[in-house]
Every structure is written in C-alpha cells, then in structure tokens.
C-alpha cells in the first residue's frame, strides 16, 4: 500500500473515531484539569464536542524590506524577524530533523496520536499535575497559531498558558486542521510559524540568522541544531547557552538514528562536528541604511498616508507584518554622490554644529534619486546625530521648514515671463524698497512693517532687466517685479508649482514673499525647480515606484504629473537661470554640461541655498543650523573647505550642488535645454546694459591703475559677496 493511500486510511480511522477518543483521551488527559477546577470529566467532554473545529489560519507576521531602484536592500521592517517559505526550500534533513524530535509518528497518527496521549495521560495520572501534553505537531502549530492571532498580551497569555480550554481548543482545532491540509501542508506552516529563539521565526529566518544559510541549504548538524531550540529557545539558544544547544543537537541526531532517518556514520560525522553559528542579525528600521534619511522618508510615507489602510495601526501592521517588497526611486550611485558632497562641505561632526541636507528630483518623474544628509539617523543629543529629517515636510520627517530664500524669485521671474514679459524688460530698482500697493489673492492689502533692502552696497539706484536682475539677485528689483505682476498672481505660480510650508499649510502671501520668508523643505523646492527643467512639466515628489505582498500589488501614490506652466515660459526660465551658474551670482559651479540655478541667502545669514538643475536632474541644497538660524547664523564659521566670514548660497549649497550633479550625472547622456521663443528677445537680449556696464567699469579699472576684474563692490544681490582676500587668507590660517 502506497504512503499516500495509508495516510488517506489513517486519516479515515481518524475522522470515524475522532469522538470515542476524544472522549476518552481527552478525559483522561485532562483529568488533572477537571480535578483542579472543579469541572467533572463528562463536563470537559461536552465542552470538547462543543468547540468549532475550524480555525482559519492566519498570516504569518512577515518581514518588509525597501529596496533601492537597482534593487538593493536599504532595509528591513518586521514585527517578528520571518520570512516564509514553501516546504519545497526547506532542506529534506531539516524536515526530518523537526519530525523526530517533535513528534516522530507525525505521518501514521491523525489529529491525535494514540500513542503519544496514552503515554502523556499516565505520566500525568500519576504525577498530579500535567507534566506531558503528547501535542502534536498539528497542536504544536495551533498553539502558535492562537497566540499570532491575539490581538494583545492577554490573549497572547491565554493562547499560551497550560489550561484545560487551551488544551480544549488546540485538540479540536487540531482535527479541523488535519481535514482541511495535507501532512506536508501542516509541517510547511509549522516549519514557518514556529520560534527559534534570538528574535528568529520561521526556519529561513532562522537559518539566516544562526548560520548565514537559506534553510534550503542546512547541513545535518545545522538542521538537528535548530531542531532542536523550538522546545525551549532560551535553554537550547546555541548563541546564548552553547554547552546546552550542543547537547540538545546531539540528542536530535541520536533521535534521528534512532528511527533510522540518517545512519550511523552520518550521526558520527555530525557530532563530531563542532557548532560553528555565523550571527547575521537583521537590522529593523532605518537606523543603519545606506540611505537611512530617505529610507525614513518611506517609512513615513507609509506610515501616514491613507491609502496604506484607514488607521495608523492598520498602516503600521502593514508595514510590519506584511511582508512587502517596496520598490523605491532611490539610485545608489547618486545617493554616495549626495552623501559624499555634503559631508565634505559640512562635515556632520563640526565644531560650529551646522548641518546640510540635499535632495536630488528627477524632472518629468518627480521621483526623489537621492536625500542626504550630513548626520546619521538617531539621538540627536549626540553629536553627528539627529532624528529629525530636515530635507523633508513635517509629515515626512518632523521637519517644519527652513526659510527658502532667494530661491523662490525664480517664481516672479515665471509669472513675469507668463505675463508676457521680455528679457530686455526693465525696471528700477531702488536702493530700499517701500512695500506698498500689494494685495493677496483675498483682495487684501498687505505690506511688510518695514523697508526692504539690499544685501550688497552697489545694487540699487539703477536699472535692471529680467536677465541682470536675477543673475544678480536684486532684492528691491524683484520686489518691484513681484508688485508690477501681482503677489497674488506670484503666489499662484509657487503653488502652481507644488510648492507649499513644510508644515503642510498654505504660503503665507506678504511683499517680501519673493525674497523667501516662507519656511519649505528641500524636497518639494527641488521638485519645484525639477519642473522647469522638465519644461513646466510638474510631478509630485515620489519616493515608492511600486510595492508587492505576498496578497499581490498594492496601489502606491502616483506623481500626479502635469503641465504645470507652459513650455515657452519654463524654457525662457531656463535660459536666464542658466546665466546664474555662468555670469550671476553662482559663476564657477558650472558642471560641464548645460545647467541651470538659483543661490538662496537668508536674513542675517541663518542660512544659505542653492537649487539647481539640468533637463534630466534637479537638487536643492540648504546649509544651516539645525539649533535655529537666527540664533546661530551662518557668519565666522569654519567648514569643511574653508572658513567664511559670513556664507553666501554660492559659497557652500552651490559647490555641494557642484560636486553631486557633476558625479550623479557622470554616466547620464547630457542633453541641453530647449531655446526660449524668439518672441522674448524683443527687447533685446537682457544683457546689453550689462556689457555696457562692465566695458565702463573697466575702464574706470584701468584709469585707475587697477587690473580689470578687481576693485569690484562687496556682493551682486543678497546672494554673492566677493570677501576680501586678506580676510580670506586670515580665516583660512586661523581655521581649526
């Protein structure tokens, strides 16, 4: 008679006789429980017969892990350390291993085994108290099953404790189980649910764990090693007790000769063999990934968006229990790149305690490829540390924004150019500058309480036309633009644009909203910028491409890309900030190929930026003081390629920018911008003046007896201040 049929017999005589021994055996089984808790034996089996035998049986707590774009592993997020398998990539000795130690008449017995429960009844007849339970792997599986499902450490308690309804409830629970799957089915869910000790749970995980292997490839002794824990994980932990999971892996392979699975020379061999455990501990979180900011932002993502599940438990189980494979944007390539440049530039462990964070956007996708940071992931009262991830929004990292800057005149330029505006348009830019005559999109009057200024001596008292005034940065001339085309109509533009505060709300809508009072992250500032290079194409920033379980997809939030502005004016943007990196505020960040940027420098120096951009890559670089800008400007400090007197945004945020895109970017086809309509040059180029200046200015050099370039006024802007040499020269010396 074939295995098979002989089982499909057993399973037979089972099912026919299931209610005669259940009467009998279970009785005398829990004789000692009926005694103790006043129940008489007929009562325990009325209650027997009167339990649901079906059980659904649950999904098993499985590991999550994020991958990169290349499908890298940058972490690992679980409830319980599992990773299921089928019984197919279990090794055959591990199966083995299992049966003869738990219960080695596994494949001739059904739900009960006879046997097993006579030979538990008298032992436990004559101590007084149950001292054996005779399970079965099939109890054995239900017990654990019982306790996954609880739904907290009461229950898990009562699925645990040695009671007579647990013991009630596994064996009728155990004879539904046996209808419903195959022997093979029952060891497979076994084989995964069960706890190895040291945080492992399942055989792969386990495997892993204690010896570097998939349970596919367990050796003998490994095999009867694990085997072995799963009566007692702390006593039979080989990692923590080795003495003891010696000897308990000794008695499973004389177990295992015993019934004759493996011969007498494969048992020598194997205990011959001294434990030799490889510890592979899996990290759980962000803590020590290779992206750990980026990863956190994820996490986040996950952990507070709706779509993920309707509660943040169920959004958390997910996450935890799930077993998702989430794809992500992230390229390894251009995250060292990030991570290399901003902790050259602002090394994570300075003396002056300043920090940076940077954002790489890929235009048109609006996928995040890289978010670095120059601290590591945890306590932030430690040095070099900090939980707080400031490239992102407040529910992405509990960020609330750092003042944006210069950077955002890039969208009065836009509306200008929308409007219908010109290169050559000019406008005068006064030395300080009234705020008065604006209006939000209320149709209220607003206005600073005081007048604006500029940062450098030189910047006003004359004209400037959309080209020279943004390469130059001109505070009063862009307050003049942002009054000529509407606050409201500029505050359209940034929100048009994705931009909004770090802290979710709306743009607070002022005068000096083009100067960048308003507090943003880096993330969606690079988006924002991504758009121009992607010609007005804007796309949400997105860090998740797609995520699997073992259910099948599951939805993730899209970029919601759309054509934001129109081509001719985001390529007419494009041709003006590329200016900046050549002849503006940011010259000598060029990166070889065509680019595009922005310098950024708040009030009193509290921080600096820089955002910056090609057809196929966006970034946005903000360098500052995580303690509070104001508090702890960014003047008479020391980092890591210099010292500054005060930082600029092309002094720090621009070359980190430099150095990224031009090592991100190194293996990516360049393609250039697309030229502006000829409809804006009908004023001219925008740089006549500009040439004419420059011609007088050395002139007057020459007269002088000055070399042409130098004697040049302190600063073009709020943006670039040339220094003085000798002052350059002491700070370098004097640099710690």
């Known amino acids: 008679m074939g295995a098979k049929t002989g089982d499909t017999l057993a399973r037979l005589r089972d099912l026919a006789t299931v209610g005669f021994i259940a009467g009998m055996l279970t009785a005398a089984l829990l004789l000692p429980y009926a005694l103790m808790s006043g129940l008489s034996v007929r009562a325990a089996n009325r209650g027997f017969q009167g ?5 659904v049986t649950p999904a098993l707590p499985q590991s999550s892990v994020i991958l990169a774009a290349d ?6 997020f679980y409830y319980e350390n599992r990773v299921e398998v089928p019984l197919a990539q279990i090794a055959p000795v591990m199966r083995k291993a299992i049966v003869a130690i738990e219960d080695s008449r596994f494949y001739e017995h059904g739900a009960l085994d006879v046997k097993g429960t006579l030979r538990a009844v008298i032992a ?10 005779g399970s079965t792997l099939s109890q054995q599986y239900i017990k654990n099953a019982l306790a996954e499902m609880a739904d907290n450490a009461q229950e898990r308690r009562s699925a645990l404790e040695p009671t007579a309804g647990r013991k009630l409830r596994e064996l009728r629970y155990a004879v539904g189980l046996e209808k419903r799957f195959t022997k093979d089915q029952i060891l497979e869910k076994y084989l995964n649910i069960a706890y190895f000790g040291d945080g492992a749970y399942g055989v792969e995980a386990a495997a892993r764990h204690y010896f570097g292997e998939h349970a596919a490839d367990l050796t003998l002794d490994q095999a009867a090693m694990l085997a072995g824990i799963v009566r007692s994980p702390t006593v039979y932990n080989p990692h923590l007790h080795p003495k003891h999971g010696r000897q308990r892996r000794d008695l499973v392979l004389n177990r295992m000769l015993q019934l004759k699975v493996i011969t007498p020379a494969e048992a020598a061999t194997a205990r011959a063999r001294p434990v030799k455990l490889k510890i592979t501990k899996t990290p759980n979180g962000c803590v020590t990934s290779s992206a750990p900011f980026f990863c956190d932002y994820v996490q986040r993502e996950i952990l507070g968006n709706p779509v993920f599940g309707k509660t943040l438990r169920q959004r958390k189980a997910l996450l935890q229990r799930g077993g998702l494979e989430i794809h992500t944007t992230l390229d390894p390539t251009m995250q060292k790149a990030a991570q290399h440049a ?17 954002v790489l956007v890929r235009p048109g996708t609006g996928e995040i490829t890289a978010m670095a940071i120059d601290r590591k992931l945890g306590d932030s009262s430690k040095r070099g540390m900090m939980w707080v991830n400031l490239a992102a929004d407040s529910d992405h990292g509990s960020s609330l924004g750092m003042q944006a800057g210069s950077t955002f ?19 005068f830019a006064p030395k300080e500058f009234v705020p008065t005559g604006f209006r939000n999109c209320a149709g209220h009057r607003v206005g600073d309480s005081t007048a604006l200024g500029n940062a ?12 020279t005034g943004t390469w130059h940065s001109v505070n009063t001339f862009f307050l003049e633009l942002e009054r000529k085309v509407g606050l409201c109509e500029t505050y359209k533009m940034a929100t048009r644009l994705g931009m909004r505060k770090a802290t979710g709300g709306k743009l607070e809508q002022y005068p000096s909203f083009t100067l960048g009072f308003n507090t943003v992250s880096p993330v969606r500032l690079a988006a924002a910028y991504a758009a121009f290079g992607a010609r007005g194409r804007y796309c949400s920033p997105i860090a998740i491409t797609g995520i699997t379980s073992p259910k099948g997809p599951v939805k993730v939030p899209s970029a919601k890309c759309h054509q934001a502005i129109d081509r001719d004016v985001a390529d007419a943007v494009n041709h003006v900030l590329s200016g900046v990196l050549t002849k503006g505020t940011a010259k000598g960040n060029e990166i070889g190929r065509p680019a595009a940027g922005k310098t950024g420098t708040v009030d009193n120096f509290s921080s600096a930026w820089f955002a910056g951009y090609t057809p196929d890559m966006a970034s946005a670089v903000w360098v500052g003081d995580p303690r509070g800008g104001y508090k702890h400007p960014l003047r008479d400090v020391c980092l890591g390629e210099g010292c500054f007197a005060q930082v600029y945004g092309a002094d720090v945020p621009a070359p980190i920018w430099r150095d990224t895109m031009t ?8 393609h250039g911008f697309s030229p502006p309509s000829g409809g804006f040059f009908r004023k001219g180029s925008g740089e006549e003046e500009e040439e004419k200046d420059k011609k007088d200015k050395e002139k007057g050099d020459a007269k002088a007896g000055d ?30």
């Open 71 to 76: 499908g890298s592993k940058l972490a690992t």
């Open 51 to 55: 339990l649901p035998a079906d059980l």
């Open 342 to 358: 901003v902790d050259r530039h602002v090394p994570p462990k300075n003396s002056s305690g300043k920090a940076a964070a940077e």
């Open 663 to 670: 090592e991100a970017l190194r293996d990516v086809p360049e």
């Open 124 to 133: 436990n007849l004559r101590a007084g108290e149950v001292i054996q339970g």
């Open 707 to 736: 070399k042409p370039g130098h004697g040049d006024e302190p600063g073009h802007g709020d943006d670039r201040d040339e220094g003085s040499p000798f002052l350059d020269w002491l700070l370098q010396a004097w640099r710690p």
């Open 409 to 427: 005149k890039v969208f009065t330029l836009a509306e200008a150019f929308r409007q219908d505006m010109a290169f050559g348009d000019k406008l």
């Open 456 to 467: 450098g001596d030189g910047e006003g008292g004359r004209d400037f036309t959309l080209v």
